[in-house]
């Protein structure tokens, strides 16, 4: 699977917009980029994936560039619950790939009153 | 749906000790899997299984083992606990799906401390 590099932390203020970025120069064209977060103490939770198409759910967007090198989580606007680490996971969908999941350090979102 | 749940939430052993951390889940997921997180790092895979009857090896599976003898069971065993195991231990899973979208559910947690 290919590697992701993220911003160690962000700050963002409530009700704002965050947009975390995330460089994965080496994706290849079956890579689908998948982002989970985990507040403080939990277990992770699925946010958002992607292939090439923006996408969109009830919690974010998923913009992810022409050439797919990088991508840009959107947290349309941002609550003191946002405050988590958000991590950034390039995963092959296919083969026996399954579940498995890599994970990197993620970035920190600190959500400001 | 009680969706995945571990026990016990935490534990204190001693080096040399065993001990199961146990995982199960009620959404009839075929893939389940072991992580652990160390302080300020993401999550390593420990091990993994694709059904009852299957297990494999992860990013890190030295010093445990695992066995699946159900779809809703899937125990990690600590057989000599050492201080690097000193860890919290997520258990998850999903549908096994050739698909893209192949959500992971996470349980709480295991927070364990090795003296």
């Known amino acids: 699977d290919a590697k992701t590099t993220q911003p160690t932390s962000m700050d963002c203020a409530e009700g704002r917009a965050a947009n975390l970025p995330c460089n994965h120069s080496?994706?290849?064209?079956?890579?689908?980029v998948y982002w989970y977060r985990q507040i403080h103490s939990q277990g992770p939770q699925y946010i958002i994936h992607?292939?090439?198409n923006n996408e969109t759910n009830e919690m974010a967007s998923l913009i992810i560039t022409e050439d797919r090198k990088s991508s840009t989580l959107i947290l349309p606007h941002a609550t003191l619950r946002d405050t988590a680490v958000y991590y950034c996971i390039v995963r092959d969908a296919g083969g026996t790939s399954y579940g498995k999941l890599t994970f990197g350090q993620g970035t920190i979102l600190t959500v400001h009153p | 749906n009680a969706g995945v749940t571990q026990t016990p939430k935490f534990q204190v052993l001693k080096t040399g000790q065993s001990m199961t951390l146990q995982c199960a889940q009620d959404?009839?997921?075929?893939?389940m899997s072991w992580y652990r997180q160390d302080p300020g790092m993401g999550l390593r895979l420990i091990h993994y299984s694709v059904g009852a009857g299957i297990t494999d090896q992860g990013e890190v599976p030295n010093g445990y083992n695992v066995s699946r003898s159900t779809t809703e069971d899937f125990p990690l065993r600590l057989l000599s606990a050492a201080p690097s195991q000193t860890s919290v231990y997520f258990c998850?899973?999903?549908?096994?799906?050739?698909?893209?979208?192949?959500?992971?559910?996470f349980g709480p947690g295991t927070r364990l401390t090795v003296l």
């Open positions: 080496t994706i290849s064209g079956n890579e689908y």
């Open positions: 998850a899973s999903s549908r096994k799906l050739l698909s893209s979208y192949n959500e992971q559910f």
């Open positions: 992607g292939l090439k």
């Open positions: 959404m009839n997921h075929e893939y």
